[in-house]
């Protein structure tokens, strides 16, 4: 009988005995974005008058919890000179919002979503995305 024992647990799965030592948390966006040559101020202002507008009625309706920014302080050529960070309640709250959702945002917002279409057609100006990933925080237990 004990041989019978120890052979049933040395089948079992080694994940039903590890422990894990780490805590999974919230979902980030991260998009790293490169300003234009002379329009960086331009760019942080656009930022302030529209991003953050955004993102602060995304926190109220319980989407997003934080968002922060990031200056490259030495960025080198090639490099991202400003980082956005956007952290949110789930991955669902970070993309899977239905299109309605986006519709009404961009009328209270802009008035319209074709005028905020053409606002972001505009902040083209201004800089140019270079990349846009998500993350997920885990901490240590």
Same mark, same amino acid.
């Given at each position: #009988?004990?041989?019978?024992?120890?052979?049933?647990?040395?089948?079992?799965? +080694?994940?039903?005995?590890?422990?894990? $030592?780490?805590?999974?948390?919230?979902?980030?966006?991260?998009?790293? +974005?490169?300003?234009?040559?002379?329009? =960086? $101020? !331009?760019?942080? %202002?656009?930022?302030?008058?529209?991003?953050? *507008?955004?993102?602060? #009625?995304?926190? &109220?309706?319980?989407?997003?919890?934080?968002?922060?920014?990031?200056?490259?302080?030495? %960025?080198?050529?090639?490099?991202? !000179?400003?980082?956005? =960070? +956007? @952290?949110? *309640?789930? &991955?669902?709250?970070?993309? !899977?919002?239905?299109? $309605?959702?986006? @519709?009404?945002?961009?009328?209270?917002?802009?008035?319209?979503?074709?005028?905020?279409? *053409?606002?972001?057609?505009?902040?083209? $100006?201004?800089?140019?995305?270079?990349?846009?990933?998500?993350?997920?925080? #885990?901490? =240590? *237990?």
């Amino acid at each position: #009988m004990k041989r019978f024992i120890f052979a049933v647990l040395l089948l079992l799965p +080694v994940s039903l005995f590890a422990q894990e $030592d780490y805590s999974w948390g919230s979902y980030w966006t991260v998009t790293s +974005v490169e300003t234009k040559p002379g329009h =960086f $101020d !331009d760019y942080i %202002a656009d930022l302030k008058a529209n991003w953050q *507008k955004s993102l602060e #009625m995304q926190k &109220a309706e319980g989407h997003v919890l934080s968002y922060r920014m990031f200056s490259n302080v030495n %960025a080198r050529e090639g490099e991202p !000179d400003l980082w956005l =960070f +956007v @952290e949110h *309640k789930s &991955a669902g709250s970070a993309y !899977d919002l239905p299109f $309605d959702y986006w @519709e009404k945002h961009a009328e209270k917002l802009w008035g319209s979503m074709d005028k905020g279409q *053409k606002a972001n057609v505009k902040r083209g $100006d201004l800089r140019t995305i270079k990349s846009s990933i998500m993350l997920r925080e #885990m901490s =240590f *237990k």
